[in-house]
């Protein structure tokens, strides 16, 4: 059985799909708040020595992977 999908339904996912495509890993590093306490899941692999963490992020760029690290330990509870 063949199902004809409609070229509205096809370009979001081939965008997903190239997106996924296109990522790499990066390590970066970044303060940890004197306040944060780990609660809940950790979406990345990381190590915290003092107040740094190598935080080791799946992204586009390496401003994206940065960005995504830092709201991570801005917006943990």
């Known amino acids: 059985m ?3 999908i409609g070229a509205n339904v096809t370009e979001p ?3 997903v799909l ?3 495509k296109g ?3 990066f390590v970066v590093r970044v303060p ?3 306040e944060f306490r780990f609660t809940g899941a950790v979406p990345f692999d990381m190590e915290i020595a003092g107040s740094v963490a190598m935080v080791t ?3 586009l760029t390496q401003e994206e992977a940065q960005t995504r690290a ?3 330990f801005q917006n943990a509870p």
Do not use: N, T
């Open 2 to 4: 063949h199902v004809e």
């Open 13 to 15: 996912i081939r965008k």
């Open 18 to 20: 190239d997106r996924i």
């Open 23 to 25: 990522l790499r890993q």
């Open 32 to 34: 940890v708040p004197e």
């Open 57 to 59: 992020v799946w992204a």
């Open 70 to 72: 830092e709201e991570f």
